[in-house]
């Protein structure tokens, strides 16, 4: 029968091995902490409540946007103004004026089909002139659903794909809405889950040493983070062919961009033959496959197409079962072969 001494030695035990767990709660309630660390012991509390004031008859409804409201980003007692560029109120009264922004603000608080959002949020960057203005404007009024726009952090969550910078904008806030439901004890909104992640950043990599490496851990040891950000690089790399993939790798993994080929060609020469006649080539090996293949489908002749998957000794084989290493050159030929079997059947 345990003891209560064994029992808690479990649990201590179970405890240290258990995987780190991303609470974005904890970081937003360190928020100050970062910004102390970066602004030179300075939190900005009484400014971030005099804008939010400023902004919440915005928020609701009540009024438009003025330029008033955005020159107010940029005053002393906010963080802002050492980041960003103040812009000049002339030429900005006579943009937003000209793109009608403070109506397409108004409007964008009651829009949620995608569509209709982007088309708002492309008219109030065309009005600001750039996503940054945009992104912290919008962070200010609706926070709820949109933030500053880190392109850090941006890159971080993998957010690198959208086909236009509206789009990426609106990916950027929908992943980080997502993150503060799924990465935090208490559901955070947009803008908070932006902070925390940047207060994240900053503990961990400008932090404390001792706790430079706890905080590592609870991000890239996270499950559902390593899940996610796997996810979105496959999200990011759907538009690229398999072949495309490869030949990225072929400067920092000579083996993996080769192997991704091979399989590429495999699959590819079962493709042409078909399910029963593949089968039916003796064992189905590859080297019978190419033998199986119709004059038509070979670029040069069946001997090359051979020494593509053998290689005097330097093939597929050597290199999946017994570790062989290949230079990038062999790897680069390797690849270019099967895009030349490739565009020769396409």
């Not at 258990?18 to 910004?35: E, N, Q, T, V």
Request: net charge neutral; glycine share 6%; proline share 2%.
């Amino acid at each position: 029968m345990a003891t209560a001494a064994s029992s808690n030695r479990y649990n201590r035990h179970f405890a240290m091995k258990a995987k780190p767990k991303l609470d974005l709660s904890y970081y937003w309630g360190r928020f100050d902490d970062a910004l102390s660390g970066r602004y030179e012991g300075e939190t900005f509390k009484a400014g971030f409540a005099t804008i939010k004031e400023i902004y919440k008859d915005v928020r609701v409804g009540k009024r438009r946007l003025t330029v008033g409201d955005v020159v107010a980003i940029f005053n002393d007692d906010l963080p802002f103004v050492l980041d960003w560029t103040k812009p000049d109120p002339e030429r900005l009264e006579e943009r937003m004026k000209e793109h009608r922004v403070a109506d397409a603000v108004y409007r964008l608080r009651d829009r949620s089909d995608d569509g209709g959002v982007l088309e708002l949020i492309s008219q109030i960057r065309y009005g600001f002139g750039d996503l940054s203005l945009t992104a912290l404007v919008l962070h200010h009024v609706y926070p709820a659903r949109f933030a500053m726009c880190s392109h850090h952090l941006a890159s971080l969550l993998y957010i690198v794909n959208a086909s236009t910078v509206p789009k990426f904008y609106f990916e950027y806030c929908e992943e980080l809405k997502l993150w503060g439901q799924e990465r935090s004890t208490r559901q955070l909104d947009v803008a908070e889950t932006e902070f925390a992640l940047w207060t994240w950043y900053r503990l961990t990599y400008y932090g404390r040493n001792e706790e430079r490496k706890k905080n590592r851990d609870n991000f890239f040891k996270d499950q559902w983070v390593q899940e996610r950000r796997a996810y979105k690089i496959a999200y990011a790399l759907k538009e690229l062919g398999r072949l495309d993939i490869a030949r990225s790798y072929l400067d920092t993994d000579a083996n993996l961009a080769a192997i991704i080929a091979w399989v590429e060609f495999e699959r590819s020469l079962r493709n042409l033959l078909g399910a029963e006649k593949a089968t039916n080539a003796r064992n189905g090996r590859v080297m019978d496959l190419i033998d199986e293949l119709p004059v038509e489908a070979v670029p040069r002749s069946r001997k090359e197409l051979k020494h593509l998957w053998v290689r005097d000794g330097r093939g597929r084989n050597e290199v999946i079962h017994h570790g062989l290493k290949l230079f990038r050159n062999e790897a680069e030929e390797i690849v270019n072969e099967v895009v030349e079997f490739f565009a020769h059947n396409s």
